[in-house]
């Protein structure tokens, strides 16, 4: 397995304002996922972070409003911009990994509320 | 357009008794399953995954089963205990190497003593 740490776990952010995630993981790995979960929602994925090359985004996000940073094989960083109140959820780093290279796992979130 | 759909938002049982979680999927291209739990405050955490060569995956208390001509999944938990209280996802995703992974809502299970 890996160990995903993320920073911060929790904020309170004002409307209109930036706020960036990091994400640290114990091992090299070569894709790195940011999630998101909405409050009663499922878990969307909203990018994939490779390493020495842009993210890749899934529909309905943006470069402009969540970008991303690889700059090596164990960290990442997700930018929430311009926040609005319907950005307030739960955002998480995920890497594939485990014995058979299968396997997503899960940092412990961050947990943004914009007012 | 949910592609992957936990109908049940929550579950109890009393302790000791069988949970069983279900799990059902709309995209027949989905070959590769996974279920994680999720306290509150905490990430997902990975429990059991399923491929579709099997229709049954067992791991300890914990057991997948697949029913590909329904693209239906449960898991099943023997015997109940008040820590697996918790919300259940289910995901599914296209060969078990592509990673990226479609999530049902989940549902939440109480367990209770």
């Known amino acids: 397995s890996a160990v995903i740490s993320q920073k911060p776990s929790r904020d309170i952010c004002q409307r209109g304002t ?9 091992s090299q790995v070569t894709m790195m996922f940011w999630y998101r979960q ?26 402009d409003k969540f970008p991303i940073s690889r700059p090596n094989l164990t960290f990442s ?26 396997t997503i796992y899960f940092g412990e979130g961050s947990w943004l509320t914009v007012v | ?10 579950l109890s049982v009393q302790e000791g008794r ?16 996974l279920w994680y739990k999720k306290y509150p405050a905490e990430g997902p955490t990975f429990l059991i995954s399923i491929s579709s060569i099997k ?14 001509s ?10 109940s205990q008040p820590g697996d209280s918790a919300v259940y996802f289910c995901a599914a995703s296209v060969g078990s190497g592509y990673s990226t992974l479609t999530f049902g809502k989940g549902t939440m299970l109480l367990v209770s003593p």
Do not use: W
Not at chain 1, 41 to 63: D, H, K, P, R, W
Not at chain 2, 1 to 10: E, G, H, I, R, T
């Open chain 2, 18 to 33: 069988i949970s069983i979680l279900n799990c059902d999927y709309t995209n027949s291209m989905f070959d590769y399953f």
């Open chain 1, 77 to 102: 960083t997700l930018t929430v911009s311009n926040m609005s109140p319907e950005d307030s959820s739960i955002y998480l780093c995920s890497v594939r990994a485990g014995s058979s290279g299968n």
């Open chain 1, 38 to 63: 909405q409050p009663g929602q499922s878990l969307t994925l909203i990018a994939t972070a490779n390493q020495g090359s842009e993210a890749t985004y899934e529909s309905g996000f943006v470069i």
């Open chain 2, 55 to 68: 229709d049954k995956n067992e791991d300890g208390r914990f057991t997948v089963f697949l029913n590909k």
């Open chain 1, 18 to 26: 930036s706020l960036t995630i990091q994400c640290q993981v114990d």
């Open chain 2, 1 to 10: 357009d949910q592609q992957v759909k936990q109908n049940s938002p929550s």
């Open chain 2, 70 to 79: 329904a693209k239906h999944l449960s898991l099943h938990i023997v015997p």
